[in-house]
């Protein structure tokens, strides 16, 4: 803190311009997109709440769910009362009740997977998740191709995501400064640094599995290309991985809106919008 | 202590993510019903999509057939899987013995075919994956006949475009009240190698749970497309006049696609 006092009052700020319009354009869009299709795929989840490997589904002589990878339901427990309960590879159940397997809705506690609040529609009611989905998958693609063709051509990915030789160098000294909160000055905060665009490039990649694995799922596509399911270990696997990589699209956002916030949220926000970013001047010792 | 703590912690959370979530949510919901406005809107994608998967799909394209080895243990049971109904109950104790499928519509010669009519005509077996709306897969064997040598055996008039299904099972729909399951599919579906009328499964008599004696299978779509306890088929021009011309049961009630390729 001493440094920022030790500073003179008009210490130097610099608007840079940082966000191209596409970028800038495709970058809120996908944001919207990602609510839609993460709050539309819980009710989804929430008509099959288990998850498996390979390429069926497995269940006993009574049409119960065996063998899953992850089960999210409504127990009675030894009081008669329900307890909403996540159980992962067969393990012992985690407690959940109030948000996963029972929760509040419309004042009466309802067994389902995820709560109201988190799905869409809030009630129960997998054709209207389904319509929102699909609505939203499409806007999500075709945003998305926009900004890898422009990623492609426009060199956005070469310039702006793909780390310099220099950047590897310093992975450590980035990390540590990063974990600390220390964020660039000067020529350095023009570019990203090395967590930042490592953090992007997982995101992309994570947002591509989720269209492959989406896919994967559908039996139209299934029959055009039979090889896009096996890519996952079969359909079932694709569910899951579908599932995996939405929870680490969820992680991505809540860190990304974190980091925001703690360097300078309006800031950042101005330069999603104007593309203009004002930095610091100087550098940090 | 804690469990204040908890109570109160969870009351937070639910309170603070309702509130983000509840102005966006209130506005959703009242966009989804399927009397709204926006959902002409949210069904236009159904369009989209069957376009867009005829496009890399094709008329011909056979879904992935597997093997004995991946066939499932058990094979789930969905929807109706018993039927209340006096005369079903008696032909299925007399084993199908005076079971007839009924073949109108736009077709040259009606036909009313037994259970030995159908088994009598060739027939293809076929191990697929069923994958349910609700998410869930299981693989199974099925024989039949092809839909398309019964069509032919009809012979289709001008102006045939879809086959409607109707079938021996009853479900409450919450808007419509109890009705017969019915379902539709296109000429290009119906024509399909793989879109036949099964009557085994795993090389067994079909069981009531899975449909008996007649179920639908038309493999490059969602298992509610493959109607079961198979009682008349229909050529039509148009489903417009049919139920509430959505083409189905699932699709006039709760508004599931048409086209349920996804």
């Known amino acids: 803190m001493s440094e920022i006092a030790a500073r003179p009052p008009n210490a130097a700020k610099k608007l840079v311009y940082r966000h191209a319009l596409v970028v800038r354009i495709t970058h809120w869009i996908n944001a919207v997109c990602i609510l839609f299709l993460l709050m539309s795929g819980l009710q989804i989840f929430n008509a099959h709440p288990h998850l498996y490997w390979g390429e069926a589904s497995t269940f006993d002589d009574q049409n119960r769910p065996i063998d899953t990878f992850l089960s999210i339901g409504a127990v009675r427990n030894a009081d008669g009362e329900r307890d909403g309960v996540v159980q992962i590879m067969g393990g012992d159940f985690i407690y959940t009740t109030g948000f996963l397997g029972l929760s509040q809705h419309n004042g009466e506690p309802a067994a389902r997977a995820f709560p109201a609040w988190l799905t869409l529609p809030s009630g129960r009611d997998l054709a209207a998740g389904r319509l929102w989905h699909f609505l939203f998958a499409w806007i999500f693609v075709i945003n998305g191709l926009v900004y890898v063709v422009y990623g492609l051509a426009g060199r956005h990915f070469w310039r702006d995501l793909l780390p310099s030789r220099d950047q590897w160098r310093s992975f450590g000294g980035t990390l540590w400064d990063h974990l600390r909160l220390r964020f660039p000055r000067g020529e350095e905060a023009t570019r990203y640094n090395i967590i930042q665009k490592l953090a992007y490039i997982i995101a992309i990649l994570a947002l591509i599995v989720m269209v492959m694995t989406g896919l994967s799922m559908s039996p139209g596509i299934n029959a055009a290309a039979p090889w896009l399911p096996e890519l996952f270990g079969g359909r079932q696997s694709a569910r899951t991985f579908h599932f995996i990589s939405a929870f680490l699209v969820v992680l991505f956002a809540l860190v990304h809106i974190i980091m925001v916030i703690v360097s300078g949220v309006w800031n950042n926000i101005r330069s999603m919008i104007t593309g203009r970013f004002s930095i610091k001047q100087g550098t940090r010792k | ?262």
Not at chain 2, 131 to 150: A, F, M, R, Y
Request: glycine residues 10%.
């Open chain 2, 1 to 262: 202590m804690s469990q204040r703590l908890l109570v109160n912690r969870r009351r937070f959370l639910t309170l603070a993510g309702g509130g983000a979530s509840g102005l966006l949510l209130a506005g959703c919901d009242s966009w989804s019903t399927p009397t709204s406005t926006f959902r002409t809107v949210l069904d236009q994608t159904d369009k989209l999509t069957e376009a867009a998967q005829r496009l890399v799909l094709g008329d011909q394209t056979l879904a992935r057939e597997f093997t004995e080895a991946d066939i499932s243990l058990h094979f789930r049971a969905n929807g109706s899987t018993e039927i209340d109904d006096p005369e079903y109950n008696r032909m299925a104790a007399a084993g199908f013995a005076d079971y007839r499928l009924e073949i109108s519509g736009l077709v040259q010669r009606p036909l009313s075919l037994s259970l030995d009519d159908l088994r009598a005509l060739p027939a293809r077996t076929q191990i697929t994956r069923h994958d349910c709306v609700e998410g869930w897969s299981s693989i199974g064997k099925w024989t039949g006949p092809q839909l398309s040598s019964v069509l032919d055996m009809a012979g289709l008039l001008p102006g045939a475009r879809y086959v409607m299904f109707y079938c021996w099972d009853q479900l409450n729909q919450a808007r419509l009240g109890r009705l017969h399951y019915y379902e539709s599919v296109g000429m290009e579906d119906a024509l399909h190698a793989q879109t036949i009328l099964a009557h085994a499964i795993n090389d067994e008599i079909l069981p009531i749970r899975h449909g008996a004696p007649l179920r639908l299978r038309v493999e490059r779509q969602l298992g509610y497309k493959h109607a079961k306890f198979l009682r008349g088929i229909e050529v039509v021009a148009s489903f417009a006049d049919i139920g509430e011309g959505k083409g189905g049961y699932y699709e006039d009630g709760d508004g599931y696609e048409w086209y349920a390729g996804i």
